[in-house]
């Protein structure tokens, strides 16, 4: 009988926890700059606006070394730029996002 009064709490914690969002895992990456300052975005933010937008467009980060990110501005305009190596290092086996701050906007910029 006690041990049926222990289980009931335990199975009460699990059902309440079904169905409950978790926030997605950061994926790792290395900040190339110092952390900026006065952005609509943080570096886990992009990062995962990253992730998302490779996943939807088929792109298997699981062939790329760790992203490495930053954080600049041009003409005003704050941009998160990702960048991801291919684990050869052969030319062109590279590209970058670039993703605007303020709206999450996604541009794809191939590796040369």
Known sequence: MSVLRSTIPVLFLLASTIGCERRPRIPTYQLVDNVPILTSRTADDAILLASDYCEENGIDLRQREMPAISYDTLDGVGYWCVLYH???????????????????????????
């Not at 290092?89 to 970058?96: A, C, L, Y």
């Open 86 to 112: 291919g684990l050869t290092r052969k030319p062109g086996d590279h590209f970058m996002l670039l993703i605007r701050d303020t709206t999450g906007e996604i541009e794809y910029v191939p590796g040369a």
